[in-house]
């Protein structure tokens, strides 16, 4: 059943839908689980957890390889901390574990046609799913998004449409285009989050069913943060697990709201004024689950903290000598990692893993200017 999660109205799945008619964000309520004993047969990525993915049919399912991206240990800092390489996934971000399963939701619907909007890397991973599923998409964009994500959408064979003006301008255009045409929303799909679920029980196989003590996620959306908590929800009441890591979110100081909320005490996230920022990919005004995403925070005693654009871009170059090539956005949530310790929330013997969620060869273009600017390699 998808369930609004403002008036609890429920909803077929079998019927096309991404927003209830009060206005409400829609949440699958799954109770299906996958069987641990089966796992160790099915090869790796986000289908081996089929059971929890909410797809009546295996014919259905589209994939290009996603998930079953490494955990790799460095000396961050001089501590010891995991890094889950989520952007090694096929379209180089983690949204592809989502944009399978809501591809693959579509198929199901046989929908042929869909709009999406998207600061860049949702809008290439809708893209390339749409590709192989056979399905038309058209993708709205800032003017302002990195070329080589622009670039990136059209390969996939995509319409793009460039909108002027700020990422909500973008948001607006979409769904004004979208009475005709399924609006295949990353940010409204309860199949998108249902996809950020495997993340987390990906996790959980790599720790060996012991979750570390934290895990840190930049977040705009909150697509990931979310997904996380919904996932090792599942595991906590299959008794997979016996306890919730404690989520992390990192935002842009530049654009806070999710930061401002849970610091006020406040259940939901309200609009925020924002500033321009190389973590383009969390730059969110106001995110559509606000309440669903204090709540994963809250629930998990977690913590919110911003970052400076200096200490993205310190991040990146930090990384870079691990051997790990990231983008702005995806250095957030090391930066806030920084920032974490060095306030004594989390201790250098605390178990860390950080969530890698875009490739640095999605900001090349960034990265020169950058470089230009800066002098290259002075970290
Ligand atoms: C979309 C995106 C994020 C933010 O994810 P949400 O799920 O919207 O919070 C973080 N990093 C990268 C690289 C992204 O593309
Ligand atoms: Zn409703």
Request: proline share 5%; net charge neutral; hydrophobic share 40%.
């Amino acid at each position: 059943m998808l369930v609004c999660s403002t008036c609890a109205r429920a909803f077929s799945a079998t019927e096309p839908r991404w927003q209830c008619n009060c206005g409400g964000y829609l949440l699958l309520n799954s109770p299906a689980m996958f069987r641990r004993e089966d796992l160790a047969q099915r090869p790796g990525g986000v289908w081996r957890y089929c059971e929890a993915l909410g797809i009546q049919d295996p014919a259905n399912i589209i994939s290009l390889g996603e998930g079953a991206t490494p955990l790799l240990d460095v000396p961050f800092d001089g501590c010891f901390t995991s890094l889950k390489l989520d952007y090694l996934c096929p379209t180089g971000s983690y949204k592809d574990r989502g944009s399978s399963v809501m591809l693959s939701k579509l198929k199901e619907w046989r929908i042929t046609e869909i709009i999406e909007d998207s600061s860049g890397n949702a809008g290439a991973s809708i893209a390339a799913y749409a590709a192989f599923a056979g399905i038309r998409a058209n993708i709205y964009i800032p003017e302002s998004t990195s070329p080589g994500k622009a670039a990136q959408i059209q390969l996939y064979g995509a319409n793009l449409i460039k909108i002027p003006g700020t990422r909500e301008n973008t948001a607006q255009a979409a769904r004004q285009a979208a009475s005709d045409i399924f609006y295949a929303s990353h940010n409204w799909s309860p199949y998108f989050l249902v996809g950020m679920k495997t993340a987390a029980y990906e996790l959980a196989e790599q720790y060996f069913w012991e979750p570390p003590d934290w895990i840190l996620t930049p977040a705009g959306g909150g697509s990931l943060l979310v997904g996380l908590h919904f996932g090792f929800t599942d595991l906590l009441n299959a008794g997979f697990i016996q306890k919730m890591p404690r989520l992390a979110a990192v935002q842009s100081a530049s654009c806070d709201p999710i930061y401002r909320a849970w610091k006020t005490g406040s259940m939901d996230v309200s609009e925020t004024e924002k500033k321009p920022t190389a973590a383009e990919g969390i730059s969110v005004a106001k995110p559509v689950r606000g309440a669903t995403i204090l709540k994963a925070i809250r629930e998990s005693r977690g913590v919110v903290v911003t970052v400076n654009d200096d200490a993205v871009w310190n991040t990146v170059e930090k990384l870079g000598k691990h051997g790990v090539y990231v983008e702005p956005t995806a250095a957030a949530a090391p930066a806030g990692l920084t920032r974490l310790r060095e306030a004594g929330v989390i201790e250098c013997g605390d178990r860390v893993a950080i969530m890698l969620t875009g490739s640095g060869l999605k900001a090349t273009d960034k990265v020169v200017e950058h470089f230009a600017a800066n002098g290259a390699g002075r970290a």
